[in-house]
DNA sequence: TAGCGCCCCTAACACTGTTAGAGAGAACGC
DNA sequence: GCGTTCTCTCTAACAGTGTTAGGGGCGCTA
C-alpha cells in the first residue's frame, strides 16, 4: 500500500496545471510519484476512473470551503455567491471546467453539500425542486461560461494567440457586420464582470418566476 | 482535388453520430472515403483544424435553418426559439456539444447570422451591448446543460447504465439526505422540461434587468 | 517454514496523430 | 511535342497513448 489513491490524484492536478489536460497522462502521472503506468492499474479501473476522481477533488474542495462559509440572509446572495465560487474554483485548474464536465462525481461529501444548500433554500420557504432547478442553471451556465472562457485564456491570463481580438477584428468585415464588430470586447474580453452579470440574470429569472 | 474539405467533414459528422467523438479518428473518417490518412492533411492542417470545421458546418446549418426562420413579435420568443434550436441541433449529433464546446469557429456566416440577431433586439430597443449579454449568457447555458445531459443520454434516448436512477438512489442515503434524495428526478430526468425551465429563467433574468 | 496476498515491475499490443518522402497524373510554358 | 511543375495520394515510419498479461519480491499469517 506505498501509492494511494490520493497521491495519485494530487499528481494528476498537479500535471494538470502545468500542461493542460493533454498533459495528463498515465506514464506522466506514474513518473512524478517515481513508479511506472500500469502500476496504476492497482488503484484505478482505467483512466476515466482517475480522471473522475481529479474531478471529484476538485468539486469537493471547493464545497467544504467556500459554499458554506458565510452565512447570507438572502438566497439571492448565497446563489451568486455558489456560482461565483464555482467558477473560482474551476479557473484554479488549467482545463478546469471541460475536465468536470466530463466526469462523473460519486463522492457522497458532494451530497451531503447538495443537502446543505436546499436546507438554505428550504428555510427562506423555496421547495426542494425549484432549488433544484435554480441551482442546476446555475451550474450549467458556469460550466458552460468557463468551458469558453478556458479555451482562450490562461489561468495566468495569457491569450490563445487564435482569439486576439486583432484577429476577430481582421475576419470580421466592418461594413456588413457593424454590429457583431461593435460588439468584439463584449465577447472576447471582461470576463469576469460578463460572468457576474449573466449570472445575475439567471438569479433574478429564478426570483420572479417564484412570484 | 478529389477529396475537398466537404465530404471530410460529412464523413467525420457521420462517424461522429455511429461512435463518438473518440470514434473520429483520421484513418477511420479516410477509410470512410476510400482513402488512407496521410491524405486529409493536404486539406486541413491538423485534426483539430477538422473538428473545428466539423463544429462550425452544425452551427452554420442551426444558424441557417431555423435561427431566422419565423419572425416573432417579441424578443422574448425569439430568445427563447434561439436557446431551444441550438440545443435541438446539438442533440442530432452525439457529444455534439462536447464538440462544440471544444472547437474554433471560423466561418463568416455565423457573423452574419449573429448580425441578424443584434438587428433583431435593436429594433426591440435593446443596445448590442446589451443583447450580447443575452446571447451568450443563453449560449454558456445552453452548452452547459447539454453537456451535461449528452454525458448521460445518448440521441436515441438510451441511458448510460452509471448515471441510471437506481444507481443514485443506492449511492445517496435516505436518512442523512432526504431532500437530495427527494430531487432525483429532478436532476436526472424530464430533461427537455428541466431545459425549457432554466431558459425561461434566463430570459425572464434579462427581461427584469432591462427595467 | 510454507503459503498467500499485496504491490510493482517488464514486455507487449493495438491504437492514436503526425511527418518524410516517393510517385502517378494532369496542366502549363516553350 | 517535350520538360517542368503542381496537385494529389500513397507507403513507411515515429513517438506517444491507454491497457493487459504475467512474473517476482516483500511482508503477513498459519
Redesign the pocket.
Known sequence: ???GREPVVQAGLKLLNTGGLEA?????I?AEL??????????FK???DLVDDMATRVLVDWAEASHDGPATDTWQAWALGYGISLRNMLLRYRDGARMVSGSRLTDTRLYASMERALQRFQSHGIAPADAALCLTTVYSYVIGFTIEQQAVLSPQGERDPRYTLAERDALVDAERYPLSRSIGPEVFDNYDVRFERGLRLVVAGFETMLA
Open positions: 500500500m506505498r501509492v495528463v497522462t498515465l506514464r506522466a506514474a517515481g513508479v511506472k503506468a500500469p502500476t496504476l492499474y492497482w488503484r482505467n483512466k476515466q
